[in-house]
């Protein structure tokens, strides 16, 4: 394997881990992590074929892990009734009951990660400009530059 596919893999797998991560363990809300069942989090994958790098989600939705979600549609019911019974303590309420109050909040004011503006930095910790510098641009140009160096003073 070239030194370039090795630093690129190294970096692909940073962001997933990273994000994966963030799921299991950072709080956004004041309820907690975003994790609920590990099906987010398993979603997560990253491809490179020695040319084109790729990372993503099967699930369609994981910026709402970010951004929130907002109002509008309610959210399914399934995925509320699971957050219910992971999360909350439903003391003299039906999980049901509950799971169905909190969805139809959701629809009218959006999620708790969207009320407080977004950006919770689920993703955005591994996205962005300064995170890919120091871990994919930089080292590719010091490795670079060491090979050279290698290659040009033997």
Known sequence: ML??????REFLEGIVGGIRNNIRT??????????N????ENSLF???????????????????????????????PD????????KLSHQGISPDSLAYLIGKSISEKGSLIYQQGGNSGILSEYINEEY???NLTDKLKERFVEVAIETLFK
Not at 26 to 35: A, C, F, H, L, Q
Request: no cysteine; charged share 30%.
């Open 132 to 134: 890919i510098k120091e």
């Open 26 to 35: 950072k709080s956004v809300t004041k309820y907690g992590p975003v994790r």
């Open 3 to 8: 030194w370039t596919e090795i630093i690129v």
């Open 37 to 40: 069942s590990g099906q987010t």
């Open 46 to 76: 990253w491809r490179y074929d020695g040319k084109t790098a790729e990372v993503g989600s099967t699930k369609g939705w994981i910026t709402v892990l970010e951004d929130g979600r907002p109002p509008g549609k309610f959210p399914p």
């Open 79 to 86: 995925a509320m009734k699971q957050y219910v019974d992971d």
